[in-house]
């Protein structure tokens, strides 16, 4: 088999692998830890997207990322294409333009997914967990810096809405704790979910550290034999 091909296909499975990842913590009652304004606590589908960099550079990386991040914008909005502007509006209380769509797209999904793909800049001969824990630890930060962003300037009338409705929630909470202010609220918000996601990965990078080292040894051996 052509090397590209072995890599294409070796991105595919790994993103959905993912995906399944994402899909099971979704649905299975107890596992699905979503925040109320969005985002995972502890989600894990992180890592066999990292591992694409890993393995193949950043070119697979980021399309892997790129995939996922349409499967995301997919699954949340595929029901309210014909309607998304009105379904946005009647969301935050604020006229959605075209430009806020793009926005949306850009700092809710490519930029935030396809970053999983710059663990591809820490591919090396050899696979030490220092290039796991970079690469985990640079996906992290990018991810934080776009939701944020995405935070105050597509969702700001979302969280000023529920807190005035009186809505009761983590969100509401940390809003109020950083009296209403919405470059605080965005960052502590998006912290605690992309926080407990890096833990959790590294803590299990770091337990299949052996058996990544095999599966890395032998997809570099492959790419060198074609």
């Known amino acids: 088999m052509n090397k590209e091909l072995r890599k294409l296909l070796t991105t595919t499975i790994l993103v959905v692998v993912a ?5 099971l913590i979704t649905v299975i009652p107890g596992l699905n830890l979503s925040m109320p304004m ?17 393995l193949f550079g950043l070119k697979y990386g980021l399309l892997g990322g790129f995939i996922y991040a349409l499967y995301n914008f997919s699954f949340d909005y595929l029901i309210y294409l014909s309607t998304l ?33 710059l663990s591809g800049l820490f ?66 918000y998006n912290i605690i979910y992309i926080l407990t ?7 299990i990078f770091s337990s299949i550290k052996n058996s990544l080292i095999i599966i890395y040894d032998k997809a570099n051996q492959n790419t060198i034999d074609q």
């Not at 995972?40 to 997207?49: D, E, H, T, V």
């Open 19 to 23: 995906i399944v990842i994402d899909v």
């Open 38 to 54: 969005g985002g995972k606590l502890f989600g894990i589908s992180l890592i066999p997207l990292v591992l694409i960099g890993l």
């Open 85 to 117: 502007q009105a379904t946005l509006e009647s969301w935050t209380g604020t006229p959605w333009s075209f430009w806020h769509i793009m926005a949306l797209i850009l700092f809710d999904y490519i930029i935030p997914f396809m970053a999983f793909g």
């Open 123 to 188: 591919k090396k001969n050899d696979l030490k967990l220092k290039n796991i824990v970079l690469s985990v630890t640079l996906v992290s930060v990018v991810r934080l810096i776009s939701s944020s962003i995405a935070g105050v300037l597509l969702w700001g009338s979302s969280i000023q809405y529920a807190a005035s409705a009186g809505d009761n929630n983590i969100a509401t909470q940390i809003f109020s704790f950083v009296n209403n202010n919405l470059v605080l609220y965005s960052l502590i």
């Open 197 to 203: 996601t890096y833990i959790a990965s590294l803590i």
